[in-house]
């Protein structure tokens, strides 16, 4: 691949780690990190490991987000205690 | 998620999305051996296909989609068929998973071994659909119990 495509991809990686570390809004952070999963399995699969960046998308972007956002819709904004 | 979404937009796509991506799971499970995927990656494709209908509908729709009573029992019987191939190949005298010495009938070496990675492959797909789909279920089923 040629390497301004990648050092773009470089930097919206470290761009969407960083935004889902500090962002207040859970819901945002999950689909931060599903970008940042994304464009990971775009990198695995731009250095030839096809099978980790499959791997990556399957697993990384779509089933964990689905997971996360039931457990944020679980929790509650106030205790009840 | 136990009511469905109201909007028809979200309805429509996921109806007609969700038996793409299934077909697609079962193309990555069934051409495995040569060509990048595998049982755990198509089985995680079938979840994700079946999830996606229990996001969209209402609970009636995906519980005749795939019921939830059907979820540690398959997942079960794929584990089975993974290690049951293995020691089928274990008992015949060769190492564990060594599809060369299975005991099917009018098959050359070859051919034993192709077949033998399908179930292997086919197994592991099996398991890992059911339990990530149980998994889900199980996150939304203690909702029930502890609203008051």
Redesign the interface.
């Known amino acids: 691949m040629h390497w301004e495509l990648e050092l773009v991809l470089y930097i919206f990686l470290v761009i969407s780690a960083v935004v889902s570390l500090h962002v207040k809004d859970l819901l945002t952070a999950v689909v931060s990190l599903s970008v940042f999963s994304y464009i990971l399995a775009m990198l695995f699969v731009s250095m030839g490991a096809?099978?980790v960046g499959?791997?990556e998308a399957?697993?990384g972007a779509?089933?964990t987000g689905?997971?996360y956002i039931?457990?944020i819709?679980?929790t509650t904004r106030k205790s009840n205690d | 998620?136990k009511h469905g979404s109201s909007s028809p937009i979200i309805l429509l796509l996921s109806r007609v999305l969700s038996p793409y991506i299934m077909l697609f799971g079962m193309y990555v499970i069934f051409h495995g051996h040569y060509s990048?995927?595998?049982g755990?990656?198509g089985g995680?494709?079938l979840?994700?296909s079946i999830?996606l209908i229990r996001?969209a509908m209402e609970e009636k729709v995906h519980q005749l989609h795939f019921n939830k009573d059907y979820g540690i029992p398959l997942g079960a019987i794929g584990v089975l068929i993974f290690f049951g191939v293995g020691f089928i190949a274990l008992i015949m005298g060769g190492y564990f998973l060594d599809y060369g010495l299975l005991p099917f009938p009018g098959m050359i070496t070859a051919e034993l071994r192709f077949y033998g990675i399908l179930l292997i492959e086919v197994g592991v797909g099996l398991a890992v659909m059911t339990i990530?789909v149980s998994?889900?279920d199980n996150?939304?089923e203690e909702?029930d119990d502890e609203s008051i």
């Open positions: 096809i099978d499959f791997t399957v697993v779509g089933i689905v997971l039931v457990m819709f679980r | 998620m990048p995927g595998g755990f990656q995680a494709l979840a994700s999830i996001i990530l998994i889900y996150l939304l909702d």
